[in-house]
């Protein structure tokens, strides 16, 4: 019996220290180069984003490889087949200025009626994120939802949430080495929100090196509050923990995506493992015979080096040209998914084309096209670089690594040139905001309310306003708030002056222009 006892007591021991050796040392799997910038030999610098890839890779998803650090590759270790997915700082070869990625998207669910979602499954481990010296930019993604909205704003493949891994550092002999992750959502609170119209939340924190089940379902059910409506939700569960949230706005969602792997390094390197991948959807088609919402979704192309807007020519085969208006409707265009791809549409002929060194305007130069889109022809599709500090975009030809290109002679071409060139760079304006008349310069100020209809509390966000004043009222034209503020949000607790009805918000700007909204208390 003491043999027996013993023994059991050595075994518990032995595992015990395995989980801890296995949570707080170096993986068998771990890169531990000192040297994290890019090999000389660029034998990783690949020439498109979704090559290489190993074949019939154990993970699910097309990859999605920015990095010039490292391809893709497997490991075996803890009985399990992982994905490797290894990036650094400053690997992106494909912009500078964009954040290095190595990720497998999946394919999305595109409908939006109740039932309709995308499900994905995996083990992941962290063995290393990104430390930048500062909370704000230290950490690195490992999953994200996505979703394209109507009624314009932000990024044109947007993200919803994204689950963002921050390091935590032992102490002592440890002190340098991130021995576990703070696991944060970062997520919207309005449609195409990005910056200060984002939350972060924490989740959880899970050790370094500890396999650590995920699960992430984004999909469109019926609102439990009222059954003419639906919601729009993101929910996951990070080690058997249950996070469930519901995206704002569900009436703009027009599809339910996922991605995962690794995203976002400001300093350092990450390096995240994934194993025991699956992935699953359901598209049930909406069925709704009242207002379908606002569907602006089209954009004016302003050059940033510029200011002059893209305009198409109006005939097939002819070089598109630049002017200083955003205002006529052939300056208008329409991002429209062609797979991995997009095409550009015009709103007064067709698609555009990247020719090469013979096309018709002259080497390389854009011309128009009447094809309709979608299309998948190989000069007439585009990699939307989005950056989403400056809020521009950069229109890459397929993956050639030429890039649209407002030239000095005044043509439009596509050729190789950095990040750094604004010429390359691009602002896309929604046509359902104003140019002002004296020096065309944007006029997107705007109120928005979140969550609304809100329940305890609701903030303000004022776009480009400042100094505003804000009165809300009831139905009856009774004051029940009054306040002033100096920032971008303004948070408002209701103790109790909100009862359940609709309420006017009057918000008055320092120019004295007056936003008028509505706010709804359940």
């Known amino acids: 019996m003491k043999k027996n006892t013993l023994k059991s007591f050595l075994f518990c021991t032995v595992t015990l220290f395995t989980l801890f050796v296995s949570g707080q040392s170096t993986a068998p799997d771990e890169d531990t180069n000192p040297d994290i910038s890019c090999p000389a030999s660029d034998e990783f610098k690949n020439p498109n984003r979704s090559a290489p890839d190993l074949p019939n890779a154990v993970n699910v998803g097309t990859i999605d490889d920015r990095t010039c650090y490292s391809n893709y590759t497997e490991s075996n270790v803890y009985g399990k087949t992982w994905g490797v997915y290894n990036i650094t700082d400053g690997s992106n070869h494909f912009g500078e200025r964009l954040q290095p990625r190595m990720e497998r998207s999946l394919s999305r669910s595109r409908e939006t009626g109740i039932g309709s979602f995308a499900k994905f499954t995996g083990v992941f481990r962290i063995l290393e994120v990104g430390d930048a010296g500062s909370f704000g930019q230290d950490g690195s993604y490992i999953a994200q939802a996505k979703g394209k909205h109507t009624g314009g704003g932000g990024s044109p493949d947007p993200a919803i949430c994204l689950y963002l891994a921050k390091p935590v550092y032992g102490t002592g002999a440890d002190s340098d080495k ?60 990070i080690g058997g923990d249950v996070f469930n949230w519901n995206i704002p706005e569900p009436e703009k969602g027009t599809e339910s995506g996922i991605r995962y792997g690794a995203y976002r390094v400001k300093g350092g390197r990450a390096q995240i493992r994934w194993a025991n991948t699956a992935y699953q959807k359901e598209e049930v088609v909406n069925i709704d015979n009242g207002n379908p919402g606002p569907t602006d979704d089209v954009f004016r192309l302003r050059n940033v080096a510029t200011g002059q807007f893209l305009t198409d020519s109006g005939a097939s085969a002819v070089p598109v040209t630049m002017t200083n208006s955003g205002e006529e409707q052939n300056t208008h265009w329409a991002f429209v998914e062609s797979g991995n791809y997009f095409n550009l549409d015009s709103e007064t002929l067709g698609i555009l084309r990247a020719p090469g060194a013979g096309g018709p305007g002259g080497a390389y130069v854009v011309v128009s096209t009447t094809k309709g889109a979608p299309a998948t022809d190989g000069d ?143």
């Open 178 to 237: 991130q021995v576990s992750f703070d696991i944060y959502a970062e997520r919207i609170l309005y449609r195409g929100g990005e910056g200060s119209g984002r939350e972060v939340v924490f989740l959880k924190n899970v050790s370094k090196n500890v396999e650590t089940n995920f699960e992430l379902e984004v999909g469109f059910g019926e609102d439990p509050s009222d059954a003419t409506k639906k919601i729009h939700y993101c929910n996951a569960i």
């Open 380 to 522: 007439k599709i585009w990699t939307i670089h989005y950056d989403e500090v400056n809020e521009t975009y950069r229109f890459e030809s397929g993956n050639s690594g030429r890039f649209m290109y407002h030239d000095t002679n005044g043509t439009v071409t596509h050729i190789s040139v950095g990040d750094t060139d604004d010429r390359s760079v691009w602002e896309a304006i929604p046509t359902n905001v104003s140019l002002s008349l004296s020096e065309n310069k944007l006029s997107s100020s705007e109120v928005k309310i979140f969550p609304n209809p809100a329940n305890d509390s609701f903030t303000m966000a004022f776009k480009n306003l400042n100094q505003v004043k804000v009165q809300i009222f009831d139905m009856l034209g009774k004051t029940v708030y009054n306040n002033k503020s100096l920032g971008e949000n303004l948070k408002v607790i209701n103790n109790g002056q909100f009862k359940s009805g609709v309420y006017l918000i009057r918000v008055v700007d320092g120019a004295n222009k007056v936003y008028n909204t509505k706010l709804i208390i359940k």
